[in-house]
């Protein structure tokens, strides 16, 4: 006999991972603060500490059974909020082009108009599929690189060559999932109004 593992979504608030994705949340404005003040060591350090509690909290959440409806939306928005807040950063000091960010920007603002659709429609935001997790994880790694980036020596060299194969690829692969929700998004559309 085969034991299928459930998974039980709860709407608890003060659950362990909910806690490590608000202390994430929390962390954005001094990451953001910490880059546009140059202090580099500190914006990593809190970055890396960002993606410990990252891994930290869904793997928590499911081995305690504490997938909750907040967790959903928590997650996601702190991740967004890191990417939003690194692509300011970066820009501002001129070590991200101007194209890159908008780039990335459009492809949240084209996202934030499919949730609006999704929910004038009475469904829930997409969930996070493999696409987009992998662009996320792509990003997540060519931002450091970049910051480290800027500066001169072999590290630095190294660094910016690492960190824009992995920002080419989040990019691409951000766009990738971004145009798989639209799809997704279409097709939801399409059959309300045939069932209509």
């Given at each position: 006999?085969?034991?299928?593992?459930?998974?039980?979504?709860?709407?608890?608030?003060?659950?362990?991972?909910?806690?490590?994705?608000?202390?994430?949340?929390?962390?954005?404005?001094?990451?953001?603060?910490?880059?546009?003040?140059?202090?580099?060591?500190?914006?990593?350090?809190?970055?890396?500490?960002?993606?410990?509690?990252?891994?930290?909290?869904?793997?928590?959440?499911r081995r305690w059974n504490q997938i909750s409806n907040l967790g959903r939306l928590l997650d996601p928005a702190a991740d967004r909020l890191y990417i939003v807040s690194t692509l300011i950063g970066l820009t501002w000091?001129?070590?991200?082009?101007?194209?890159?960010?908008?780039?990335?920007?459009?492809?949240?603002?084209?996202?934030?108009?499919?949730?609006?659709?999704?929910?004038?429609?009475?469904?829930?935001?997409?969930?996070?599929?493999?696409?987009?997790?992998?662009?996320?994880?792509?990003?997540?790694?060519?931002?450091?690189?970049?910051?480290?980036?800027?500066?001169?020596?072999?590290?630095?060299?190294?660094?910016?060559?690492?960190?824009?194969?992995?920002?080419?690829?989040?990019?691409?692969?951000?766009?990738?999932?971004?145009?798989?929700?639209?799809?997704?998004?279409?097709?939801?559309?399409?059959?309300?109004?045939?069932?209509?």
């Amino acid at each position: 006999m085969e034991v299928q593992e459930t998974r039980v979504q709860t709407d608890r608030v003060l659950t362990i991972p909910n806690i490590l994705s608000m202390a994430r949340l929390v962390g954005v404005p001094l990451f953001l603060w910490l880059i546009l003040t140059e202090q580099d060591g500190w914006a990593l350090f809190v970055l890396a500490l960002s993606g410990v509690s990252d891994y930290l909290d869904g793997k928590l959440a499911r081995r305690w059974n504490q997938i909750s409806n907040l967790g959903r939306l928590l997650d996601p928005a702190a991740d967004r909020l890191y990417i939003v807040s690194t692509l300011i950063g970066l820009t501002w000091r001129e070590i991200l082009p101007l194209w890159l960010t908008l780039a990335l920007f459009a492809r949240e603002l084209m996202l934030a108009v499919m949730v609006l659709i999704l929910r004038r429609h009475g469904y829930p935001p997409p969930q996070v599929n493999f696409l987009g997790k992998a662009a996320t994880f792509n990003l997540m790694y060519a931002f450091p690189l970049l910051l480290l980036s800027d500066g001169s020596g072999w590290l630095a060299w190294t660094a910016s060559v690492f960190g824009w194969a992995f920002a080419g690829w989040g990019t691409t692969l951000y766009w990738w999932a971004g145009i798989l929700y639209v799809v997704q998004v279409r097709r939801l559309v399409k059959a309300d109004a045939a069932a209509d």
